[in-house]
């Protein structure tokens, strides 16, 4: 990977040097991408057996850094001895896709099965902002084995990151996650139906209003630093794109009655006494397919979704 900082040639007039900053590279190598994956793997495990999020916070940032410390918060809470249904995450059938790119940060997508979420392949983006990094899994979502797309590679089997600003998709990667809650609030056109989004928008549709609770919805796009999107180049020219967005749910109860008991790991992350209301703050993140403009269907398809709870405020 020193190569990766910069590169050096000799030239009949002396030594040249390349810098990392502008040459475009692969983002790791093969080894490399396998050693990030087993190091987070078994930080992730030693934090989940001791429900401690200090054992694995080097080893994730981002959307999943943030779902998973409070997942392991609230397990603290209830269970302050550890986790006691801990089994060890194992991953096998591993393939890495690793782009060549320009600057920092760079990243890669590990597509793994595991030992649990059924024949789902767990999408993995690792990133690390410059050399001396530590790599990092701040993606995580769960697709189904035949919804993930074959990706466009060079002769040398090195896949193509996209800058998330193309305008050569049916939505800049960029804007998706503001497109997104935008469709989740006041539906229309853009996104394919499915569970991440129709099947989602009857859902909260549904729980808005309940004999005596009323549920609002906040919505918004996370784009800045770690959590910002990622895109890779398919091989039918599309993107497959990663990205974040952010969730408030406020249940408010009727005079006279109250909001329905919260289960233990929400009562972990609550500050503030329930009275009348509760207000849950969520961290999602979501894998689509942006098709290029002008190759058929023009929807956006979200693939798959992770959402975690990652605090609450009683009223």
């Known amino acids: 990977m020193a190569a990766s900082v910069t590169a050096l040639s000799l030239t009949a007039s002396g030594c040249v040097v390349v810098h990392g900053e502008r040459e475009v590279l692969p983002g790791a190598t093969a080894d ?3 050693k990030a994956l087993q190091d987070f ?34 397990g603290n809470v209830n269970n302050p001895g550890g986790n006691p249904n801990h089994s060890p995450l194992e991953f096998s059938d591993v393939e890495y896709t690793i782009p060549k790119k320009a600057g920092w940060p760079r990243w890669f997508l590990a597509n793994a099965k595991a030992n649990r979420g059924g024949d789902a392949r767990w999408l993995l983006v690792f990133t690390r902002d410059g050399l001396a990094d530590q790599w990092e899994a701040s993606y995580l979502t769960l697709v189904a084995p035949d919804k993930v797309p074959e990706f466009k590679k060079d002769k040398d089997g090195w896949a193509e ?11 800049n990667p960029a804007e998706l996650g503001k497109n997104y809650v935008t469709y989740l609030q006041k539906g229309g056109d853009g996104f394919a139906d499915g569970a991440h989004t129709s099947l989602w928008r009857q859902e909260r549709e549904k729980d808005k209003e309940r004999p ?23 091989a039918d ?14 249940q408010t109860a009727a005079a006279g009655t109250s909001v329905p008991a919260p289960g233990a790991d929400v009562e972990a992350l609550t500050t503030g006494e329930i009275k009348q209301s509760l207000t849950m703050e969520f961290v999602s993140n979501q894998v689509a397919l942006d098709p290029k403009k ?16 990652t605090s609450a405020k009683g009223e």
């Open 41 to 74: 793997t078994s930080a992730y495990n030693e934090a989940d057996k001791s429900y401690d999020s200090a054992l694995d916070a080097d080893h994730v940032t981002g959307p999943l850094a943030a779902i998973d410390e409070a997942r392991l918060k609230a």
């Open 161 to 171: 990151a996209l800058p998330v600003d193309s305008a050569e998709f049916t939505m």
């Open 32 to 34: 490399e991408a396998a």
């Open 212 to 234: 005596g609770l009323v549920t609002q919805y906040i919505d918004e796009p996370l784009t800045d630093g770690d959590y910002a999107p990622v895109a890779l180049r398919t």
């Open 237 to 250: 020219g599309g993107a497959l794109v990663f990205f974040t967005t952010h969730h408030y749910e406020k």
């Open 294 to 309: 002008g190759s058929g269907a023009q929807e956006v398809t979200v693939l798959g979704r992770i959402q975690g709870l």
